[in-house]
């Protein structure tokens, strides 16, 4: 079926890159995109057009790093390093996703703030709990999130007789939980918590699944000096951080680290030669006070950059908040530099945030033929009285800056309209 | 006519500490705060009793730095340096200002997004505009905004044509500015844009002024390295850029200078000495580039030290917004200094957006006995579910990191009442 879609789009194929189609068309048939074109093409004159009128259409979001369980303590412990977070905050507000019926209620209420938020494809931890896992992929599936979540491996330096693991009870439950995903949008992703979190034999039965398996892997990196030393301890044997994962075989193609604050040179060598993308995390850094990612020095030696929102060391779910704090953070570390290394651009931040994860997910760039759609409508009416007609670019930038959820009319998840308010 | 308010009380009285009061009663009469009290004393008995249940009664903000007439760029040219920014953004935007009309339907916006996001004493800059700049005072004053505005003084180094003024001009335009202000709420402040704007005839001609009436006077001070240089090179006599206003009589009790980032220790110890005090605006530090204020060292050496906005240099207006950016840069900071320095915490950033900035006007601490009540009431219902029940202190810390302007429900100002949603 051929539907077309009117209205002016923007979306980032390439890192600093807009295209931009002033009322343009974009033409879908059972979801995929077909193309967008500045005039309909006569093969599609009879399609139905859902014309959004001045509305600008977007790339939707995508979020690579966040914590489910840590939903009901955003805003809270902000003041707390890392360690102490973990301890204090984190640990016992996921024990809590034992209970499969509080997690229904908190995994409804983040995914439809997801979806009101622009964002379509997440890749996620859950808490170590199976079954509030498959609740929280069933939820997301339900409320039209894509993408992947994980199970939380944790067999050491968790919150014994809390939040920890047997390591045998980790790999039993690790095989359960696969064996028991069955969501059309929403995949399983190996997720052992971070090194300190996981003993060697575990780290090696994960290692044998992943592969088995053909799954993909998440975990943290290089997050914080305290955890890298904590690292270099456990692991005397390797020089880096990275060699930890490489020596159980979690360290490949598509694997995805969170952080990679402290990752040096090497690390981030090793990062573009498996194909490891790394998850800028803006506000988790700052507000746990990790430390200002050198994400030009990344991009500028081909390291796969995309963006997260961390929640809850980040703050803010909306990942156009998180686009805006990658800015901030890119200029504080030019400060940091002397000036002397060049801040993201708003176009820039938008790639990271929206084509540089999509493509996580086999997708092409910004608005390409072939992919199933992920978008959003947004109605920027009722900011603030422009001094004067603002052109297309002056309004991308000022709604990625100040707009919130209620900017948001629609949203198109893998080739559906999963949510609309006209 | 007395008047009780019930609720959670919370006030910074004093850096860095919380007065909490859980459904407490805040007595007013005729405005004025009588007194905050655990049991409702009995002399009060039959005084009517507003009950806000279990929503937070905080503070309102203090918003000591915006330009009114950059709202309608919020959040638009933010990837230029500070000189090109005013030059192709601000100046344009603000020379419309020249139309009162125009002025009205944008003045009156902004005022009601302040009180809508519980902002209730401003120092503001208009443009150079005496018409203008009465309709913003008018409208400030109708939405229930107190404190000060300025017409702006710029006679040299604007956009001659556009946004400029003669010295003569500028001098007798200010009078007649100040001999038409009649607003009740809303008081006039001498405003010179910054030194590269203003020769020096007539910063003669402010000085004089500002003594003659007994005005306040509010600038720009060390914001920017550029401008810094710039300014040595205007007054090469001078061996810091404060010494530009203290040669004209313009450094005083009170005179409030924006930024500060790159103060010194000898410029901060002349601010301390003569009363000035400074206004961080942390957005608008990082989105200019401007560098990181050091607002833990002027806060140990004794600096007074509040908050702006500094829309549309920041782009955020919201003040709790700031609050937490205020947060992230002393965050930064930190981690520029290589986790040497203290970060804000929520309490302490509280207290700078709130009593800090609030006894500029003359009012105490926190919720003062004497003073007239400038409130906001916060309904945190709809924030994402807690792990559990939240102490105040947790649920006063999530409010300020993810309050929109939907939760607040009322905003008292000057002991009035001036919005409500119930």
Same mark, same amino acid.
């Given at each position: 079926?051929?539907?077309?879609?009117?209205?002016?789009?923007?979306?980032?194929?390439?890192?600093?890159?807009?295209?931009?189609?002033?009322?343009?068309?974009?033409?879908?048939?059972?979801?995929?995109?077909?193309?967008?074109?500045?005039?309909?093409?006569?093969?599609?004159?009879?399609?139905?057009?859902?014309?959004?009128?001045?509305?600008?259409?977007?790339?939707?979001?995508?979020?690579?790093?966040?914590?489910?369980?840590?939903?009901?303590?955003?805003?809270?412990?902000?003041?707390?390093?890392?360690?102490?977070?973990?301890?204090?905050?984190?640990?016992?507000?996921?024990?809590?996703? &034992?209970?499969?019926?509080?997690?229904?209620?908190?995994?409804?209420?983040?995914?439809?703030?997801?979806?009101?938020?622009?964002?379509?494809?997440?890749?996620?931890?859950?808490?170590?709990?199976?079954?509030?896992?498959? $609740?929280?992929?069933?939820?997301?599936?339900?409320?039209?999130?894509?993408?992947?979540?994980?199970?939380?491996?944790?067999?050491?330096?968790?919150?014994?007789?809390?939040?920890?693991?047997?390591?045998?009870?980790?790999?039993?439950?690790?095989?359960?939980?696969?064996?028991?995903?069955?969501?059309?949008?929403?995949?399983?992703?190996?997720?052992?918590?971070?090194?300190?979190?996981?003993?060697?034999?575990?780290?090696?039965?994960?290692?044998?699944?992943?592969?088995?398996?053909?799954?993909?892997?998440?975990?943290?990196?290089?997050?914080?000096?305290?955890?890298?030393?904590?690292?270099?301890?456990?692991?005397?044997?390797?020089?880096?951080?990275?060699?930890?994962?490489?020596?159980?075989?979690?360290?490949?193609?598509?694997?995805?680290?969170?952080?990679?604050?402290?990752?040096?040179?090497?690390?981030?060598?090793?990062?573009?030669? &498996?194909? $490891?993308?790394? $998850?800028?995390?803006?506000?988790?850094?700052?507000?746990?006070? &990790?430390?200002?990612?050198?994400?030009?020095?990344?991009?500028?030696?081909?390291?796969?950059?995309?963006?997260? &929102?961390?929640?809850?060391?980040?703050?803010?779910?909306?990942?156009?908040?998180?686009?805006?704090?990658?800015?901030?953070?890119?200029?504080?570390?030019?400060?940091?530099?002397?000036?002397?290394?060049?801040?993201?651009?708003?176009?820039?931040?938008?790639?990271?945030?929206?084509?540089?994860?999509?493509?996580?997910?086999?997708?092409?760039?910004?608005?390409?033929?072939?992919?199933?759609?992920?978008?959003?409508?947004?109605?920027?009416?009722?900011?603030?009285?422009?001094?004067?007609?603002?052109?297309?670019?002056?309004?991308?930038?000022?709604?990625?800056?100040?707009?919130?959820?209620?900017?948001?009319?629609?949203?198109?998840?893998?080739?559906?309209?999963?949510?609309?308010?006209?």
């Amino acid at each position: 079926m051929i539907r077309v879609l009117r209205g002016n789009l923007i979306s980032a194929p390439r890192l600093g890159k807009l295209d931009v189609v002033e009322r343009g068309y974009l033409v879908l048939e059972d979801g995929v995109i077909q193309g967008v074109f500045d005039k309909l093409p006569e093969t599609f004159a009879t399609a139905p057009v859902t014309d959004y009128g001045e509305q600008l259409i977007l790339q939707s979001f995508a979020d690579m790093h966040l914590h489910a369980p840590q939903y009901p303590m955003l805003g809270m412990g902000m003041d707390l390093p890392l360690l102490d977070w973990l301890n204090t905050y984190a640990f016992p507000t996921e024990a809590r996703f &034992s209970d499969p019926d509080y997690a229904r209620g908190v995994y409804r209420s983040l995914a439809g703030e997801l979806i009101a938020n622009g964002t379509t494809r997440v890749c996620m931890f859950s808490s170590l709990h199976t079954e509030s896992t498959w $609740v929280l992929m069933e939820e997301l599936e339900r409320a039209g999130v894509t993408g992947y979540v994980g199970k939380v491996n944790m067999d050491r330096n968790g919150a014994p007789g809390l939040l920890q693991e047997s390591r045998s009870e980790s790999v039993r439950e690790t095989i359960r939980w696969l064996d028991g995903c069955r969501f059309e949008h929403v995949k399983p992703i190996l997720t052992p918590r971070f090194t300190p979190s996981c003993s060697n034999e575990l780290m090696t039965e994960l290692g044998r699944i992943a592969a088995q398996r053909g799954l993909f892997v998440q975990s943290h990196l290089s997050e914080n000096r305290d955890e890298i030393a904590w690292v270099r301890r456990l692991h005397p044997d390797c020089g880096h951080y990275w060699e930890t994962y490489d020596k159980f075989g979690l360290w490949k193609d598509h694997t995805l680290m969170a952080h990679c604050v402290h990752s040096d040179e090497a690390e981030r060598a090793a990062m573009r030669r &498996s194909g $490891v993308a790394a $998850v800028h995390c803006p506000n988790s850094n700052v507000n746990i006070c &990790s430390g200002v990612c050198p994400v030009r020095q990344m991009l500028d030696e081909d390291v796969w950059v995309t963006l997260g &929102s961390d929640i809850a060391g980040g703050d803010q779910l909306p990942m156009y908040r998180v686009i805006t704090a990658a800015i901030r953070a890119s200029k504080n570390r030019s400060i940091m530099d002397k000036w002397t290394t060049d801040f993201l651009t708003v176009e820039e931040a938008y790639y990271l945030g929206t084509t540089s994860g999509h493509r996580y997910f086999g997708a092409g760039e910004g608005f390409a033929a072939g992919d199933r759609l992920h978008a959003i409508v947004v109605d920027d009416s009722d900011l603030p009285p422009g001094g004067g007609p603002l052109s297309l670019i002056q309004r991308f930038e000022r709604v990625i800056y100040l707009m919130s959820s209620r900017n948001i009319t629609a949203v198109w998840s893998d080739g559906r309209c999963v949510a609309k308010k006209m």
